[in-house]
């Protein structure tokens, strides 16, 4: 663990709340839990800070979420060349392929397959089955 990164991280950031925890999260609006210490520690405790940054307060639907995964990517990438932290994208892909296939698998209508939607309130229609059964 990159002890001196998260030193500095707390000292620019001292409205954030960084925590050792179960798994790498960011709880709006300003709480970042720290997973177990791995080797991509350091990227990923930027990813966490990058939906600080980014404003993200509501993760919404799986397609927002996933948008915003992305959001908090890029601007990881920014802190990462200003904290000197490798930014490998094989890592960055890893972890927006978990919100791909949930986002894949949650869509699919059980009942005819189709790719179905998802509402603000999170539920999920499907076009076909809606309409025609
Ligand atoms: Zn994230
Ligand atoms: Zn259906």
């Given at each position: 663990?990159?002890?001196?990164?998260?030193?500095?991280?707390?000292?620019?950031?001292?409205?954030?709340?960084?925590?050792?925890g179960e798994k790498f999260l960011f709880r709006p609006p300003d709480f970042v839990m720290l997973g177990p210490e791995e080797v991509d520690d350091a990227l990923l405790i930027l990813h966490e800070l990058g939906h600080y940054l980014c404003g993200h307060r509501d993760f919404g639907t799986l397609a927002g979420r996933l948008k915003m995964e992305r959001e908090a990517w890029e601007?990881?990438?920014?802190?990462?060349?200003?904290?000197?932290v490798l930014y490998d994208e094989v890592v960055v892909e890893r972890e927006l392929d978990t919100y791909r296939d949930d986002l894949h698998q949650k869509s699919r209508c059980p009942k005819c397959g189709l790719t179905r939607y998802q509402a603000q309130d999170g539920v999920f229609h499907c076009p076909f089955c809606e309409e025609y059964t």
């Open positions: 663990m990159d002890k001196v990164l998260l030193d500095r991280l707390r000292e620019d950031f001292p409205e954030v709340k960084f925590r050792r601007k990881a990438r920014e802190l990462a060349e200003r904290y000197g």
